[in-house]
């Protein structure tokens, strides 16, 4: 499948953001997904994650702010961010795997050409 990010931008700490991942050439239904954020001279990190069935995973440094989610039908995943922090500020991949939603990047298949998250005090 084909990964495509959308929504990102710049807002103020505080502030909310909500990425869209829209797939084609295949449906998303069988896949982990999950978005990574990476900046720059840093490994991509695994943000949150969400299995086939629907069980989400966070980092402990986006808990209880951010949201994953995933419309199979509309082969989509989406990540509200909400309480946005000075440090949340990256690009940010929509990523697919066939299998378990790894924190490791180098095992997800499929990447987005990513999106940036730019968050000013």
């Known amino acids: 499948v084909l990964l495509e990010e959308s929504g990102g931008g710049s807002v103020q700490a505080g502030g909310s953001l909500r990425l869209s991942c829209t797939a084609s050439?295949?449906?998303?239904?069988?896949?982990?997904m999950a978005w990574f954020r990476q900046d720059p001279g840093k490994d991509r990190e695994r943000v949150a994650a969400?299995?086939?069935?629907?069980?989400?995973y966070y980092a402990d440094s986006v808990k209880g702010r951010f949201t994953i989610s995933r419309d199979n039908v509309k082969n989509t995943v989406t990540l509200q961010m909400n309480r946005l922090e000075i440090e949340d500020t990256a690009v940010y991949y929509c990523a697919a795997r066939d299998g378990e939603p790894t924190t490791f990047s180098g095992w997800w298949d499929q990447w987005g050409q990513g999106t940036q998250v730019t968050v000013s005090s």
């Open positions: 969400i299995t086939s069935h629907g069980t989400p």
């Open positions: 050439g295949g449906t998303i239904s069988m896949y982990a």
